[in-house]
T-cell receptor
Framework: NAGVTQTPKFRVLKTGQSMTLLCAQD?????MYWYRQDPGMGLRLIHY?????TTAKGEVPDGYNVSRLKKQNFLLGLESAAPSQTSVYFC??????WGEGKNIQYFGAGTRLSVL | QKEVEQDPGPLSVPEGAIVSLNCTYS??????FMWYRQYSRKGPELLMY????GNKEDGRFTAQVDKSSKYISLFIRDSQPSDSATYLC??????????????FGQGTILTVHP
């Protein structure tokens, strides 16, 4: 049982380059999330998805796009990378607890991205 | 002011010590409280989950929630070097759907030395 798998683990980009981060989960979770983690800032939500084919903006969506074509996959794209996007990116997924607000998220191991 | 405040530390204690980690929050709508543990260069993993007020114990770990003071704590008894990690508190309101934004603290870096 792999849980949440992120690829790649590390990446170095030059300013203006594009890339896609892939997140895959094998727990049949409806909800998926992309966060970035920066020193002193905690985890900040970039985008999220409540189901296949749906996406929504989080706290810090600018400069990122996402797609959820399959339930198990959630892709995060950077169209034109900037040094401010240097960060560690985490994907998470969570189960649906119908009728209650419980939300327990399971995280991947992260992608370390440097933009030069 | 941040919705959730957590002392980033770092906190360094000897093996066997009792560790107290804390978060304060300002949003009275928060009902779900979690502690995540994050080892270096790994993703966060859920350690403790509590709904509303009260205490919850799991082995050497105890989570406490005091909603009247808007304060939550995680206690680690008989701390071990393997407890060295960053501890993140997270909170969520009682929205009717189970999607809801988790609000995280900054994380406290804990080192337990032998």
């Amino acid at each position: 049982n792999a849980g949440v798998t992120q690829t790649p683990k590390f990446r170095v980009l030059k300013t203006g380059q594009s890339m896609t981060l892939l997140c895959a989960q094998d727990m049949n979770h409806e909800y998926m999330y992309w966060y970035r983690q920066d020193p002193g800032m905690g985890l900040r939500l970039i985008h999220y998805s409540v189901g296949e084919g749906t996406t929504a903006k989080g706290e810090v969506p600018d400069g990122y796009n996402v797609s959820r074509l399959k339930k198990q996959n959630f892709l995060l794209g950077l169209e034109s990378a900037a040094p401010s996007q240097t960060s560690v990116y985490f994907c998470a997924s969570s189960y649906t607890y119908w009728g209650e607000g419980k939300n327990i998220q399971y995280f991947g191991a992260g992608t370390r991205l440097s933009v030069l | 002011q941040k919705e959730v405040e957590q002392d980033p530390g770092p906190l360094s204690v000897p093996e066997g010590a009792i560790v107290s980690l804390n978060c304060t929050y300002s949003n009275s709508a928060f009902q779900y409280f979690m502690w995540y543990r994050q080892y270096s260069r790994k993703g966060p993993e859920l350690l403790m989950y509590t709904y509303s007020s009260g205490n919850k114990e799991d082995g050497r770990f105890t989570a406490q929630v005091d909603k009247s003071s808007k304060y939550i704590s995680l206690f680690i008894r008989d701390s071990q070097p393997s407890d060295s990690a960053t501890y993140l508190c997270a909170m969520k309101d009682a929205g009717g759907t189970s999607y809801g934004k988790l609000t995280f603290g900054q994380g406290t870096i804990l080192t337990v030395h032998p």
